[in-house]
């Protein structure tokens, strides 16, 4: 089988969607992920889309507002010249290469530098730690690190746990021991690779943000990846041409989902703000301004982004699309009542391409995740594994039709054991409980470490904090079970807030009245805190720090400054 069969198979099954992109019924009936043996996405796909292709690939803009604007040709011929210039230094298929970097030019194309000769990347966020980074070192047996002069420091020392000597290569000036990125300006523009790339290879593996645990390594092939965002082009809705931001950092995979692979399968832009801190007002602007047709953010930023008047900027938006965390719906309706357009939810993870969205053009169910997307089969499991309307999200390892989803990672690089635990009984489990209704939408409940008994009752922490967020006074919020002597647990919200709200017994009180009468009996938050919410460096909230640190309460617990009892306000 040839390079150019494998590429008319991915490039069929990509049109498919495209063709199909707001009948999601058709899509899912019709999609079958391709087969392919030999693909490796930079050469094949993206190389051949850039060939006489003058449009803009990647799009940066400076927080002091200079431009940088980099054309499909471009990209390729740079990334080929970077190719050949890693390989020059040594640099071989398999060996592991750690990249961290920011939003800047060279991050795109070592990425396809890396595809194009068979390096493996480990994608790091430049807001590691010096432990962090020597466990990546380690874990990751890493062959070669990639960063910025002011991150070089970081790296001294770390040979040791290495298994060998780590080639040091810094992209913006010379550093005393670093190899200069300039150099490969000087590379061939032509790379022809040593030997066909098999689907099978690893490309990538991404250290989880560990919001419950130690960070997991998780292992993507040339295919689960490259191929596996299929899922995520059609989720998000793109379309050549399309002027796509994700409001993502890199290091985590979120960026490779929305920074790289969907908006290039697609032959859409790149477009990236890099802001030094975040504006509202400004972003609003840019968005105006660049005419930006794709707009993907976390949770944080759409909560910041209805603080202003949006309908005041008139944006060319045509889909937003919410990930990393559930979307609350009263930021859904904001936005809607503002700009007519919904965003859009979906769900997928580190170890997986999007598994669940709404895509557009279907029916929205406030608060619900949507359906499972083409090429997933999603079965919810009970405790006993076995099928259910509420339960663990899982996806079907062998379904008859579909097959093993590509886009699910080969497994965890490190640990055998947590592979077998989480593909266990045919299904890869991932952790996430959900509900699906009649109509086969699902709606998020939370994190299984997350959710909890509460008088025998069970609470869904996303649930309470849908309506904590409804609060004009309420920044973000986390609820956690709070140890109680007759009840065993109580439901307690760990509330940061907006400004010009004080974090007294006022506000607090307005806060609970306002839970009460949107909430069952059982369900209502006895216990309130004001707080910064402690965060992973990837941003999501740490609840397993929370309950921690109410499970190390004394009993009877006695209320702290910033905190408020329910029981305490209603009674004075």
Known sequence: MTAATDLSKYRAARDFLLQHRTDQDAACAGFRWPKLEHFNWALDHFDDLARDNHATALWIVGDDGSETKIGFAQMAERSARVANWLESLGLQRGDRVLLMLGNEVPLWELMLACIKIGAVMIPATQLLSRDDLVDRVERGRVRAVVTTSIHAAKFDGLDGHAPGPVLRIVVDRPAPGWTDYAGAAAASPIYTPKCPTRTDEPLLLYFTSGTTSKPKLVAHTHASYPVGHLSTMYWIGLQPGDVHWNISSPGWAKHAWSCFFAPWIAGATIFIFNYGRFDAKRVLDVLVDKAVTTLCAPPTVWRMLIQEQLGDWPVRLRELISAGEPLNPEVIEQVRAAWGLTIRDGFGQTETSAQVGNPPGQKIK????????????????????????????????????????????????DSPEKTAEVMRAGHYHTGDVAQ????????????????????DYRISPFELESVLIEHPAVAEAAVVPSPDALKL?????FVSLTAGHAP????????????????????????LEFTELPKTISGKIRRVE?????????????????????DELRGG
């Open 366 to 413: 406030f608060g619900s995740m949507g359906r499972p997307l083409p090429g997933y089969q999603v079965v919810l499991l009970d405790p006993d594994d076995r099928p259910a309307d509420e339960g663990e999200i899982s996806l079907v390892l062998a379904d008859p039709d579909l097959g093993r989803p590509i886009g699910l990672m080969v497994g965890y690089a």
């Open 546 to 566: 929370l309950r921690r640190q109410e499970d190390a309460r004394a009993m009877p617990p006695q209320r702290g400054a910033a905190e408020f009892f329910d």
């Open 504 to 527: 007294d017994e006022a506000t607090a009180r307005s806060i609970l009245a306002f839970c009460r009468d949107r909430l069952a009996a059982y369900k209502r938050i006895r216990r």
């Open 436 to 455: 699906r209704d009649a109509e086969g939408y699902i709606t998020y409940v939370g994190r299984a470490d997350d959710v909890f008994k509460a008088s």
């Open 489 to 493: 647990a109580v439901p307690k919200a």
